[in-house]
């Protein structure tokens, strides 16, 4: 079992930067293919990006690519999303999910993740 434990997230301007984290707790995480998700009022909850147990292979929904980047640190039990070139309408709340497979399949579908964290909220003003 894994914990998980989001926080970066705050209001930013359009255009700019944040810096998402999530820190995990419990066994074994290098274990774990880790998501990035994220939920806007009225909305279903969205896959934003994925990175392997090792590191080696991510996946993002291409409302994000080439502006969000996902890396994870097994030494650390963290896993990071860089946010660049925000929009209003990224504005949502980020989650951090942890699924428990090797391999580098692409699970874009929250029902595949089995532990999830609270949540961070994630402000782009225009």
């Known amino acids: 079992q894994v914990q998980l434990v989001e926080s970066g997230g705050g209001l930013v301007q359009a255009g700019g930067s944040l810096r998402l984290s999530c820190a995990a707790s419990?066994?074994?995480?290098?274990?774990?293919?880790m998501g990035w998700f994220r939920q806007a009022p009225g909305n279903e909850r969205e896959f934003v990006a994925q990175?392997?147990?090792?590191?080696?292979?991510?996946y993002y929904a291409n409302s994000v690519k080439g502006r969000f980047a996902i890396s994870r640190d097994n030494a650390k039990n963290t896993v990071n999303l860089q946010m660049n070139s925000l929009k209003p309408e990224d504005t949502a709340v980020y989650y951090c999910a942890a699924l428990q497979a090797y391999g580098s399949t692409w699970y874009p579908n929250r029902r595949s993740y089995d532990y999830w964290g609270q949540g961070t909220q994630v402000t782009v003003s225009s």
């Open positions: 990175i392997s147990w090792s590191g080696d292979s991510t």
């Open positions: 419990g066994r074994a995480f290098s274990s774990y293919t």
